[in-house]
Every structure is written in C-alpha cells, then in structure tokens.
C-alpha cells in the first residue's frame, strides 16, 4: 500500500518505530505532524528506559497513539482506568496470582514481562487523549505505592513521573468540568466517534446526568427534530424529538481535532430548529 518513495504524512498521533523504520527503508519522505506532546510521552518514556523502569502507560492498548507510545518504551503495561492501577498496586504490595494477572493484561503488556520482576521500578505516562483528573490519580496510586513499598527515602529510585497532558484536551476538560456545574437542559459533544477525547467529555455529561448526544457533524441533526446520535459505549441510533420546546440552555463542545467550521454549523442548525419551532407554534396559536 505504500510504494517506493511515496510522501507519507504522520497523523498527530504519531507513528510506531516499527513503522517509521519501514517507511524508511522504502525511501518514503515523511511529513510529520505528531504532536507536541506526544513526543514529549515518546521522550518520557525513552527515560524510563534509560532507567530501566518499566512504563506504566495510562491508556487504551489498541489505540493508534499508545501502540505509538508503546513502541518507543523498553519494558512496558497498560492500564486502561484507575481500577486496573488499583490491581497492579495490590499486586505489587501484596503479590498475587501471576497467571491472573497475566491473563487480565493479555496483549497490554511488552514480550517477556514479568510481573514478579518488572514492577520493581516504575515510571508514569499517559495517552495524551485520557482524562487529565485520572491519570493524574493514577499517577499518584503508583507513586504511594512504591512510596509504602520501598520507603521515602528510596522512592527516586523506583519511581518516575512527568506531565504529558495534552494542553487542548486539558483546556477542553477543564471546561467541561465548568460548563456541566451551570444549569443545563442537554450537551452537544462533537467529534468523532472513534475520539478518546471526545469520548471521554461525554462521559463528564453522563457524570453529572446531563442528557448528552455525541455527534460528529452537523449532518447528524434532522431532517425535523431528531438527531443521530452515539449514546456512551453505544451504537449509533437516531433519536426523535429531541430538542425540546420553548426556552432551554443547550452546552456545546467538542473534541481537541474537530474543527471549528463543523461546531459553527451545529450551532447553526440547532438555532434554525429552534426558530422552525416557534414558528410551528406560533401557527398553532394563530388558528
């Protein structure tokens, strides 16, 4: 699919080393527009390396940038949320069964891992598109832990941390956490489906029991009042009347990637509804 010399461009997510090595070797010129700060996870994790500490990745083990990440990393695991950090600690303070705990990380850990071996010296890092609130936490358990394992005064040598939130998708939480403590009737999320970003500020709406609906583009809404929709861990499915009548407070936001056209154009067909609306009623009035 990639022939000799082709130009490639890298996605913002980055590419594996096994990747580029192969891009490479076909003599392809590579257009890259990784982000900012998923080299700066690449470089955290080189340093673990260095260390030989293994990384424990916050993340999703299929997701296109921690297979990225992953590859840069020497010994490695993922977790993929606050209970499976929970597990590891338990496991590393109190030991455990290792074939269920190999079992339970199939395919989210490097070739060889051990963990009677591997969980000894450890460092930090993150999919940058997780929640910033629990990767920090995460960031935090692992740190205590090696902390009551191995004493204060030893934890420079077991343990590694540095900030790799990415600045939009933090900027983007931050306000989510601000925009669902107002008095809303319903969120927008726009983005794709595929999005861990965009993912993860529906999850806030559902958090706080803020009816939401997912879409990833203005072609979503109608035709009429109803809306195709991406409910969380979900299906796709089209949801009539959804919009209701008279005066509400709708929040809007969206994903680090979605531009800024395609929220215009939501915003845009949410108040057209609104107005076909008042019209329609102000019809039923008239007669």
């Known amino acids: 699919w990639v022939r ?11 590419a594996s080393v096994q990747e580029m090595m192969f891009l490479n070797d076909r003599g392809c010129t ?62 590393i303070l109190q030991g455990g069964d290792r074939d269920e705990f190999m079992a339970k990380f199939n395919h989210a850990h490097s070739e060889g891992f051990d963990p009677d071996r591997d969980l000894v010296k450890l460092g930090v890092a993150n999919q940058t598109t997780m929640l910033k609130g629990e ?30 939130i990415c600045d939009a998708t933090q900027e983007r939480q931050d306000a989510m956490y601000d925009l669902v403590r107002k008095n809303l009737d319903l969120m927008i999320v726009i983005g794709g489906y595929n999005s861990s970003n965009t993912t993860h500020l529906q999850e806030i709406a559902v958090e706080y029991n803020i009816a939401s609906f997912h879409i990833d583009s203005a072609d979503c809404i109608g035709p009429g009042n109803q809306i195709s929709h991406k409910p969380l861990h979900k299906p796709v499915e089209i949801q009539p009347n959804w919009l209701p009548e008279g005066d509400i407070v709708v929040g809007v936001t969206s994903g680090a990637s979605t531009p800024d056209k395609v929220v215009s154009d939501t915003v845009e067909k949410i108040f057209a509804l609104k107005q076909t609306q008042r019209e329609a009623s102000a019809e039923t009035v008239l007669v």
């Open 30 to 91: 590579i257009v890259d527009t990784t982000c900012p700060w998923v080299s700066k996870v690449w470089n955290s994790v080189e340093k673990h390396k260095k260390k030989q500490h293994t990384s424990i990745i916050h993340g999703k083990y299929k997701h296109e940038e921690t297979v990225a990440t992953s590859s840069f990393a020497g010994t490695y695991l993922v977790v993929l949320n606050m209970a499976e950090a929970q597990y590891v600690c338990d496991y």
């Open 135 to 164: 990767t920090e936490a995460i960031g935090k358990l692992f740190e205590h832990t090696m902390m009551q394992k191995y004493g204060p005064e030893h934890l420079n040598d077991h343990f590694m941390s540095f900030n790799t």
């Open 4 to 14: 000799q010399g082709d130009v490639v461009i890298l996605p913002a997510f980055g």
